[in-house]
């Protein structure tokens, strides 16, 4: 067998599984052959040792052994390859028979597929019978396709299991959904009460939405009933998330107050206010006003009110309206009930800084201004494809000579109106104009989530009687001014947990600003207002463990500080910071600079620079009343 199976390593032919077989089956037999050989050959090399054992016992008491004996030591050996032969030929007989029972391949193949038809039928009579029981008991079941793709069947079958292994908790919870007019019947007639989310969706709310779903005549909405409430959702998927885990969703806290959004759109010509406006105001029933539109909306609804003769008197002349009767007319329709709860935007309101003051002045005063950007160039390809749009059915003053004139007096006010409202409220966003409509919106979007967010959280806070942040809120530094607390200017916490004078009143963006018991504090950071937000309590009056001196430091200026002459510097003019912080040796004695001088305790200070002058302001009273040495280095010619 191995010179056939090397004569078949030689000529490169292939080998049946039957020779295959029969060569493994040689190998395995010449191994059992080798392991009996061993074996019975350790047993003769015993017995050989046990019989010279016996030889020397008998030699010490005199026996002589017999003759046989050496004889009888060649038994052993032949004995034992004849009994290795005899195994070898009865493996190769076994073999031999075994060989001839072997199946051929197509044999085996038929064999198998029998087996596996034989139990593919008992396992589907099995799963036959399991299927008819589960739904006698009301288990569904759930068909998955095996034949995919192992990826494909583990997607499907998560899918297929959502509402067990994602929706666990809501697993026996059964909610039933209806239509707006029938849940709208239920909750008059009392057969269901409205939840503690009214209008909300409470899917919207997990999302951070804080603009509530406009809800009018003409949308759709998407009620369920769970349980003994009702719940309204914005969209059918919303409404299926719901669905399927809501006991997920009423764990949520409840919503938050209603806030109108306050927005107002600036912008060139063509730069697309209009189309923004109406779309805020389609997608979230948010008010679109424009100048023309206040006045066409007061005048229809109040045609007897003085302000509407006066109005007329002006349009039959064929005069443009004072800004002052524009105004007016808009700051009425504000007080309708829309404007109040769900708000306003400006189309392109306003455009001068005398506008603007009017605005302030009936307390018209938007949260959010959104400039829009574009090019010169951009605007009169607009104009241009507007013109010659097939839509376009009236005349309108869009003329390129009238756009000229639009835009040099938009630009002319733009820096004025921009700089009011970034110094006074610090509300101005500008957004590119040439971008799509989508992108523009979904900006405007977020800006308003973000307004309404900062609102609500300071209601929430406030009702409470939390400290909040007021970034954010246009307060103006007017009224931050005139509402500051008993530490004015300077950081409470910083005077509780440091013991220093913080003057933050260089801080006007007021981000480190909150309010707390309708006073104003200044924070120095954002760690300070972290502290303050969370136990403002502890830093204000009557528990603040410092409460501000009656005696504040403060910077004179080098003018200033020849108006107060003949007065003369404490400390012989020099730097008290360094003489202290130097534990007050002759060396630390240096000279103050007139740049730096400070007034503390009615006593004028100079300090070494601006740093030591930083290190006085924070901590006065560990310096002003440090008495010199007696000796004094000499003075410099």
């Known amino acids: 067998s191995q010179m056939e199976g090397e004569d078949g390593e030689e000529t490169g032919e292939e080998t049946t599984p039957r020779e295959r077989r ?20 350790a047993e003769r090399e015993a017995r050989l040792e046990e019989r010279r054992k016996e030889k020397e016992e008998a030699a010490k008491f005199g026996e002589v052994p017999d003759s046989e004996g050496e004889e009888s030591e060649e038994e052993p050996e032949i004995m034992l390859k004849d009994v290795v032969i005899s195994d070898d030929e009865e493996d190769d007989e076994e073999d031999d028979m075994g060989d001839e029972e072997d199946e051929t391949e197509e044999e085996a193949v038929d064999r198998i597929r029998g087996e596996i038809s034989d139990r593919f039928d008992s396992d589907m009579q099995v799963i036959s019978q399991l299927t008819s ?139 697309g206010k209009t189309m923004l406006a109406r779309r805020l105001e389609r997608d979230h029933g948010i008010v679109c006003l424009s100048a023309g539109e206040a006045v066409r909306q007061f005048m229809s609804q109040f045609p007897s009110s003085n302000l509407t003769k006066e109005m007329e008197s002006h349009l039959r002349a064929g005069v443009i309206l004072p800004d002052a009767l524009v105004i007016e007319a808009l700051e009425k329709i504000m007080l309708s009930q829309r404007c109040q709860t769900r708000g306003y935007v400006l189309d392109g309101f306003p455009n001068t800084i005398e506008q603007v003051r009017l605005l302030t002045e009936f307390s018209v005063i938007p949260v959010q201004i959104i400039e829009l950007t574009l090019s010169p160039k951009e605007v009169h390809w607009r104009a241009t ?165 009656d005696q504040l430091p403060r910077y004179v200026a080098k003018a200033e500080l020849k108006m107060l002459f003949p007065r003369e510097l404490a400390f012989k003019g020099y730097c008290p910071v360094t003489y202290v912080i130097g534990n007050k040796r002759y060396e630390a004695l240096k000279p103050g600079s007139k740049d730096h001088v400070l007034e503390y305790a009615e006593e004028l200070f100079a300090c070494l620079d601006e740093e030591t002058m930083e290190v006085f302001l924070k901590q006065p009273w560990l310096f002003h009343a440090t008495p010199l040495p007696a000796k004094l280095p000499p003075a410099k010619v």
């Open 385 to 549: 494809a507007d013109r010659h749009s097939v839509d376009r059915t009236l005349p309108l003053h869009d003329s390129a000579p009238i756009l000229d004139v639009k835009l040099s007096s938009y630009k002319r006010h733009l820096d004025v109106v921009r700089g009011h409202y970034e110094k006074e409220h610090r509300n101005w966003n500008v957004l590119e104009g040439g971008r799509s409509k989508w992108w523009l919106n979904d900006m405007c979007a977020k800006l308003i989530n973000e307004q309404l967010h900062t609102a609500q959280r300071y209601l929430q806070k406030r009702n409470r009687g939390d400290a909040a942040s007021i970034f954010g809120l246009c307060v103006t530094p007017a009224e931050c001014e005139s509402r500051l607390g008993e530490f004015s200017h300077y950081c409470p916490v910083s005077l509780a947990t440091k013991h220093q004078l913080i003057d933050c009143s260089f801080e006007t963006t007021m981000k480190f600003t909150a309010e707390y018991r309708a006073r104003y504090y200044k924070m120095a950071g954002q760690a300070e207002l972290d502290l303050f937000l969370a136990d403002a309590h502890n830093y204000v009056a009557p528990t603040a463990p410092h409460l501000l001196p």
């Open 22 to 41: 029969r060569i493994k089956k040689e190998k395995e037999k010449k191994k059992k052959v080798q392991e009996k050989f061993e074996e019975l050959t």
């Open 133 to 271: 029981t589960l739904e006698d008991l009301n288990i569904p079941r759930i068909p998955i396709d095996a034949s995919r793709k192992p990826a494909v069947v583990f997607y499907s079958l998560s899918q297929q299991l959502r509402s067990i292994t994602e929706f666990r908790e809501s697993l026996f919870a059964q909610c039933l959904a209806v239509r707006a007019k029938q849940a709208n019947e239920m909750l008059a007639k009392g057969y269901k009460q409205s939840s503690r989310f009214g209008r909300w969706d409470p899917v919207l709310l997990q999302e951070g939405i804080a603009i509530q779903p406009y809800q009018s005549a003409g949308r759709l909405t998407y009620p369920v009933v769970y349980r003994a409430h009702t719940y309204f959702m914005s969209s059918l998927d919303n409404r299926q998330k719901f669905m399927d885990n809501p006991l997920h969703f009423l764990k949520l806290s409840s919503p938050p107050p209603v806030v109108p959004v306050k927005l107002a759109i600036v912008g060139p010509p063509k730069s």
